[in-house]
């Protein structure tokens, strides 16, 4: 079965420092990995995602991504954190030939102080 | 242009009344998805419908949970006889076609049932 693990329900950054919110899947066949934002009462916000090609994606808000098979992971990162990344992040994944539906992972809660 | 649109915000009902849930996706868009967020449960897919093919309903958690989409474009996903559990947040996205293509999140309508 595919699934998707966030291992840190909470990441705590200062404003200024670089961020890394972790994500690790396992799907039998090729993967494509996704990362949605949700700020307070709102509904998921498209980051980035991998398909295929250059492992490292860049996305909205200065967000990046590397994929890394050998490791199944898709971490997601910032160089420079800012008080208005503070938010709840997920990892997702959908299956070529399964449809399109989305696995996601739990969440990580990213606080962001200044 | 307007993304995902989704009807009620809110709604609150008592145990055992029927529901529906209303979503209308970004226009051109042939792939519509439900998934349910939840504090116990997380991000769950419920249903996936994509052009005139038949829906996948493998996520739905009980035969009390249906969905229909009209002339490929608005859904709604019903509810009967709701219980205390079904109480969540009910998320809507849409999509150009299948598995690489990015879902665009409607705002969610929060379900209670009291």
């Known amino acids: 079965a595919q699934s998707v693990a966030q291992p840190e329900d909470q990441v705590n950054v200062a404003e200024g420092n670089p961020l890394t919110v972790k994500c690790t899947y396992s799907?039998?066949?090729?993967?494509?990995l996704f990362w949605y934002v949700q700020y307070p009462n709102r509904g998921l916000q498209f980051l980035l995602k991998y398909i295929t090609g250059d492992n490292l994606v860049k996305g909205s808000y200065g967000f990046e991504a590397e994929f890394n098979k050998s490791q199944t992971s898709f971490h997601l990162k910032k160089p420079s954190a800012l008080v208005s990344d503070s938010a709840l992040y997920f990892c997702a994944v959908s299956v070529y030939n399964q449809g399109g539906k989305l696995i996601f992972g739990q969440g990580t809660e990213l606080s962001v102080k200044p | 242009g307007a993304g995902v649109s989704q009807s009620p915000s809110n709604k609150v009902t008592e145990k055992g009344k029927d529901v529906e849930l209303r979503c209308d996706p970004i226009?051109?868009?042939?792939?519509l998805y439900w998934y349910r967020q939840s504090l116990g449960q997380g991000l769950e897919f419920l249903i996936y419908?994509?052009?005139?093919?038949?829906?996948?309903k493998s996520g739905l958690p009980s035969d009390r949970f249906s969905a229909e989409r009209t002339g490929g474009s608005v859904s709604t996903l019903t509810i009967q006889r709701t219980q205390q559990e079904d109480s969540a947040v009910y998320l809507c996205a849409s999509s150009l076609a299948g598995a690489t293509d990015t879902q665009y999140f409607g705002p969610g309508t929060r379900l209670t049932v009291l």
């Open positions: 419908f994509q052009g005139n093919s038949a829906p996948d």
């Open positions: 799907v039998s066949g090729n993967p494509y």
């Open positions: 226009s051109g868009h042939t792939a």
